[in-house]
């Protein structure tokens, strides 16, 4: 099967280096029933053979698992104020640590794996992986995000009729938030 193929042809060319895991475990970016989002990490972490193992089979080495402070912040209020976004305060800590960490990691030569279960988790780890590219190549530097989503998150505060920011993600990272375009 392909993923058989694949696996083959890492371990013909094999990663020697090091990789940081850091685990986002959210549920801050929407109402969810449930804290599934929260404890996607974890499953991701332990899924088949383990994400560990998978990764140590290839050749590289994991030389560390962060796990990024994902707890509630007490000023944040529900019902959502007007202009404001659901666990506003609690998701700019969750993403400024989380963007610190990522750039870290990757100053220190690492791959860095981000495992979440929430898009908002894409406010830090793109501008840490941004942070890094223009420390290392210099401010005019480019880097590309490859985005697989059901849909794009674009959404900003004045048109999201739900206030939650894993629909604004995409936005913020294209700069383009206080946009007053839909």
Not at 151 to 156: A, F, G, N, R, W
């Amino acid at each position: 099967d392909k993923n058989a193929q694949y696996i083959e042809r890492l371990r013909a060319r094999p990663y020697k280096g090091e990789v940081a895991i850091i685990k986002v475990g959210t549920a801050l970016g929407a109402l969810r029933p449930k804290n599934e989002t929260a404890s996607a990490p974890d499953a991701l972490m332990q899924t088949s053979v383990g994400l560990v193992r998978a990764i140590e089979d290839v050749g590289a080495k994991v030389a560390e698992i962060i796990d990024i402070d994902c707890t509630r912040d007490p000023e944040d209020v529900f019902p959502v104020p007007e202009g404001g976004v659901l666990n506003e305060k609690a998701n700019i800590r969750i993403a400024t640590n989380l963007a610190r960490e990522v750039e870290k990691q990757r100053k220190l030569g690492r791959r860095v794996i981000v495992l979440g279960g929430d898009h908002s988790v894409s406010f830090g780890t793109v501008p840490g992986f941004v942070g890094a590219i223009k420390d290392t190549y210099g401010v005019d530097a480019e880097g590309a995000e490859f985005r697989i989503d059901a849909h794009m998150d674009l959404q900003d505060r004045k048109g999201s009729p739900w206030k939650h920011p894993h629909g604004m993600p995409a936005r913020a990272n294209y700069g383009l938030m206080d946009s007053e375009d839909p």
